[in-house]
């Protein structure tokens, strides 16, 4: 399924126009190399060009124009939709996925740019239908609600214990300071962390909820109606 | 029939405990499909051509070139030449393209010419020289004076003074009845004299003040008196799944629509009457609305919108194929939701013990080109004995206001909690004490005293309060600040089917959806708890308009409704299930129970079957039966309404930079009897962020020369972020006194009071009130200034 976006090949038209401009014709529908203060640059475009990615281990290729972001290619090509396009410009972290394994915001890397790089998203971190630790931890603390944040937090908290088992709560300030909640679940996701380093006494949040997920102990209140 | 009700609480398993949601796992591992990700076979993106304009006329419309576009597949003007336009960012043209990027190219390739008109879009300014409105009361002003709550006889002589310009119809007055309107009002209203609407220049439309009691006699005589300004700005909701639709018509007379909504039921019968209106004539049983997972509405997507309209258009003209439609984030923030302004100047007059005697306001504030409503105030103290009010609606092109969480009653939490502890300053006391001292001024008393000292608490309030101005050294200074809140919260009217099969597997569907406030879960954890079984055990299906129709989800109705509706089906089907497996077991049905994945017999031990096996005695279809929550007009039985809460900041203000940081919330709810512990603690956290996020930050900020949104984007609309949140205590109040209410809805009620308890916070920190929220650093420092210094 993910190599048959490959079967579209570029039309002559696309093609002619693409060598007019180019310096060298390639052999293969691919960038033209242009040598610039003798550095050798990649030239794609503007007709469609054929990408190959490495998406969770597996490779992806499809024909695509060279304005595709690698959110939209992972979105709209390869049906990769845990990742979300929220703002498109950088601001939010919806789109966070793991590139080389440090987080990037998938809105603001060209799909082109993205080849040859190892680019993990949240449907790989899970194996099989076993959620990863992060994962879990998000779900036993409801560190979302209508969700839609959700994958790309899960990428931001399963990066930063990746590179920092043990973080701050000043780290992981940081380490998520780069993505927005609208519905307000940073407090699971604090003690989402806090399971996930240990550190079950997490400020405020009572004992029993960093725990278990099942808990059946209800404060209760004697008071009129 | 059965009696519903709620098991008590030594005979709960599963209702009042903390249970992760069904749905956590497929929202974790990105599996969780929204409308947004979908993407069938042949799919066409759509795009809108937007107006630049706050205010213009449509002059002609040029779509020839775009059209010629290779992969350009539909065209549909959506506003043409002669339609006036009254917000940027206001739809002109959709179309739909093989993709994303040729349909951008496509729209750059429109020519539309506009007739540039004046805009206004400032709502802060107090609108000085506005006359009261004497002509004509439109609908949309006489639901304005039964929202607040003006008596009756007032109504009926201004509407017979001043004369109405819509008609009386049996609907409205059917309406008028289920809602308790006197007959006088009624009678008043069809013999009101009909004027045609006046034409107003003005953007100000300013109501009649409307009086009770003897408000100057109060003032004169008063001990005290205190007043000051506050102010909410329109904020945005700012979903993160922006609006939008996937439309296709799978034959001539069928159209199937994936909506992002919260209203999920509530399109087929929207859709059908628009598209009828303009020429494609469809009937709502055709449509077929669906949807698993949406990404956020907070009462913004109640309406299928233009845009659902324009999808299906578009979709038709490209011979049924499925059209996408997303809002980009610029027009998500500039037109698919605002939250109105509201603004006032507050007085108060009380005796010196702190018992308020009269309220005194003049507020004004904007809902868009439609101008608004006065917010609910005096909020909660509705029974101060001497008021006057007076309101101005500014009719702006700032963009269509829609319902945002709790309408209106963050605004008005902000204009009478800031208000009652401004006046507790100038008497030199407590809030906390005020506050206590006026709760018969409200309908709940000893609920919100009970909250207020469980808050106190919790934030060790009494201990740690000071008089206003924190008198100690260096810039950073601390403040504590309270408020309260209410809300409804019954359950809607709506249904669900419930099937248990002969294999013993039980399945449940309704026409509802899950906002992200656990309402699949809601709903499995009612049924587990009525049939003795595992939450594993229960498969619930929603979201679908092929299932039995269920209301839309605003207003905190749908755990009430949701929970109603499966308790009944669920017991409905048990009930056939014991009769038909009683005389197995040797008894009358009424002596057996479903426990522990089994029917017993009550008080004895051993005689029992499993599940499984008495399902198999079903027969081949199993048993259905279908759950029904009776509509408003009916005595509730196992939903309720009316729920209250106290709230409590702590914030640190740095005098230096005007940074406020919030250091500490506490929650106090109570919402009945509460289904998922665990979930309605996530509404309370997640409703103190937000409330962070709109006390500090949040402001759709307007160009008065463009009339555009300064920040449509995320860098510039600021949320509060994973840093900015504070340590937080949320308790809920349940056991005796609130579980035998039955479930009420809690969606709306922790979002109200956050911004009035940081603004008075931030008050008692610096010694000064910052009048408007957002409280940012500039304010924070013009108010220093204008005080005269540092705290
Ligand atoms: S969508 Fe990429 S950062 Fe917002
Ligand atoms: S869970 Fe809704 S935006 Fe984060």
């Known amino acids: 399924m993910p190599d048959d976006e490959s079967k579209q090949g570029v039309s002559r038209r696309e093609f002619l126009k693409i060598s007019a401009i180019t310096v060298s014709v390639p052999a293969v529908i691919g960038p033209t190399v242009l040598e610039v203060g003798g550095e050798e640059i990649p030239v794609y475009g503007p007709g469609k060009t054929p990408i190959t990615l490495t998406v969770n281990g597996r490779r992806y290729t499809a024909d695509l124009e060279p304005r595709v972001t690698l959110l939209d290619a992972l979105r709209d090509s390869f049906d990769l939709t845990g990742a979300k396009r929220v703002c498109d410009r950088a601001e939010c972290g919806a789109c966070t996925v793991l590139l080389d394994d440090r987080p990037v915001y998938a809105c603001a890397v060209l799909a082109i740019d993205a080849q040859g790089r190892n680019i993990s998203t949240v449907e790989g971190i899970t194996s099989g239908d076993a959620l990863h630790p992060v994962q879990h931890a998000f779900v036993a603390n409801d560190a979302q609600q209508c969700g839609f944040c959700t994958p790309g937090f899960v990428m931001a908290s399963y990066a930063l214990l990746k590179h920092n088992p043990n973080p701050s709560p000043e780290q992981v300030a940081k380490g998520l300071g780069g993505n927005y909640c609208r519905c307000g679940t940073y407090y699971g996701m604090r003690g989402a962390i806090g399971q996930m380093t240990g550190q079950r006494s997490t400020v405020g949040l009572p004992q029993s909820e960093v725990l278990t997920d099942r808990e059946t102990d209800r404060p209760t209140d004697q008071g009129g109606a | 029939m059965a009696d519903y009700k709620w098991p008590d609480a030594q005979h709960r398993t599963l209702i009042g405990t903390r249970q992760s949601r069904l749905d956590g796992p497929v929202k974790v591992s990105g599996r969780a499909k929204y409308t947004y990700d979908q993407n069938p076979k042949g799919l066409l993106a759509g795009a809108i051509l937007r107006c630049p304009h706050a205010h213009a006329k449509v002059v002609s419309v040029d779509t020839s070139a775009a059209e010629k576009i290779p992969g350009v597949k539909a065209v549909q003007v959506l506003q043409g030449p002669g339609k006036e336009v009254h917000w940027a960012g206001d739809e002109i043209v959709a179309l739909a393209a093989i993709n994303e990027g040729i349909a951008e190219d496509a729209l750059r390739a429109i020519k539309v010419q506009y007739e540039v008109l004046p805009h206004f879009v400032d709502d802060a300014t107090e609108p000085k020289s506005a006359a009261e409105e004497t002509g004509p009361l439109a609908l949309d002003d006489l639901i304005n004076m039964f929202s607040n709550q003006v008596p009756e006889p007032q109504i009926s002589s201004t509407v017979q003074k001043r004369g109405i310009s819509f008609p009386v119809t049996d609907d409205l007055v059917k309406r008028m009845r289920s809602f308790n309107v006197g007959e006088n009002v009624i009678k008043a209203l069809q013999s009101a004299p009909q004027k045609s609407p006046e034409s107003t220049r003005s953007p100000f439309k300013k109501s009649a003040v409307n009086v009770t009691g003897d408000p100057d006699q109060a003032f004169k005589t008063a001990e005290a008196t205190s007043e000051g300004l506050y102010g909410v700005p329109v ?87 499925p059209v996408k439609i997303m809002l980009d984030r610029r027009a998500e923030l500039e037109v698919a939701g605002a939250r109105p302004s509201a603004y006032a100047h507050v007085k108060l007059a009380a005796k010196k ?4 005697t009269a309220w005194d306001s003049q507020s004004w504030g904007t809902g868009g080109p439609l101008g608004g409503n006065m917010p609910p105030i005096p909020y909660i103290f509705t029974e101060i004995p001497h008021q006057r009010k007076q309101h101005i609606s500014i009719a702006t092109n700032i963009g269509p206001a829609r319902a945002w969480r709790a309408p209106n009653h963050p605004q008005a ?90 294999d013993g597997t039980v399945e449940y569907r309704s026409g509802t959806q899950d906002l992200g406030t656990g309402t699949r879960t809601a709903i499995a954890m009612v049924i587990g708890e009525t049939l003795g079984l595992p939450l594993n055990a229960i498969t619930v299906k929603i979201g679908d308009t092929n299932f039995p ?33 009683a005389p197995t077991l040797g008894v009358a049905p009424d002596q057996l129970e479903a426990l522990y994945g089994t029917i017993r017999v009550k ?59 919030v250091n500490k919330m506490v929650a106090v709810q ?122």
């Open chain 2, 235 to 321: 904020i945005t909701h700012c979903c993160l799944e922006a609006h939008g639709v996937i439309a296709h018509w799978p034959d001539a007379e069928h159209l199937e629509t994936q909506v992002s909504t919260q209203n999920v039921c509530g399109m087929p019968d929207q859709i059908a009457q628009a598209l009828t209106g303009i020429g494609i004539p469809i009937s709502a049983s055709n449509i077929r609305n669906r949807q698993q997972h949406v990404g956020g509405g907070f009462g913004s997507k109640f309406a299928a919108d233009r845009w659902s309209l324009a999808a299906a258009q578009l979709s038709k003209k490209a011979g049924g194929a």
């Open chain 2, 353 to 356: 013990d702190g018992a308020i």
């Open chain 2, 413 to 502: 939490a902000v204009l009478t909690m800031c208000a009652i502890d401004d006046l507790a300053a100038r008497l030199g006391m407590d809030p906390f004490d005020v506050f206590l001292k006026n709760l018969p001024l409200t309908p709940r008393a000893n609920v919100y005293e009970a909250e207020l000292r469980k808050a106190d608490e919790l934030m060790q309030w009494k201990k740690r309060w000071h008089p206003r101005g924190d008198e100690s050294s260096g810039p950073m200074k601390r403040g504590l600040g309270l408020s309260i809140h209410t809300w409804g919260g019954r359950g809607h009217q709506g249904a669900g089917d419930l099937t248990i099969h002969p």
């Open chain 2, 549 to 581: 129709h269920d209301g839309g989800s605003g207003g905190s109705t749908t755990i009430g409704a949701v929970s109603a509706e499966s308790r009944r089906a669920a017991t409905d089907a048990l009930n056939e299930l014991l009769a038909k497996v």
């Open chain 2, 603 to 661: 008080d004895t031990q051993g005689k029992s079957i499993t599940w499984k096996k008495a399902c198999s005695m079903l027969g081949a279809t199993g048993v259905t039966a279908h759950g029904q929550n009776p509509d408003p007009s009916k005595p509730p039985d196992l939903t309720n309404s009316g729920v209250g809460g106290a709230q409590m900041a702590d914030v640190s203000v740095d005098v230096e930079t005007g940074i406020v940081r």
């Open chain 2, 670 to 791: 109570d919402c009945g009897l509460i289904i998922n512990l665990k979930t309605a603690e996530s509404q309370c956290y997640g409703a103190l962020i937000m409330g962070i996020s709109y006390a500090l930050f949040e402001e759709k900020i307007m160009d008065p020369t463009t009339g555009r949104m300064l920040n449509p984007n995320m860098q510039f609309y600021r949320l509060a972020g994973y840093g900015d949140i504070p340590e937080l205590v949320v308790h809920m109040m349940t056991g005796p006194g609130y579980d035998e209410r039955g479930v009420i809805g809690l969606g709306e009620p922790p979002v109200v009071s956050p911004g009035a308890a940081i603004s008075n916070a931030v008050a008692n920190a610096i010694g000064v009130r910052v009048p408007f929220l957002p409280i940012t650093p500039d304010r924070v420092l013009a108010a220093l200034e204008k005080k005269g210094g540092a705290a």
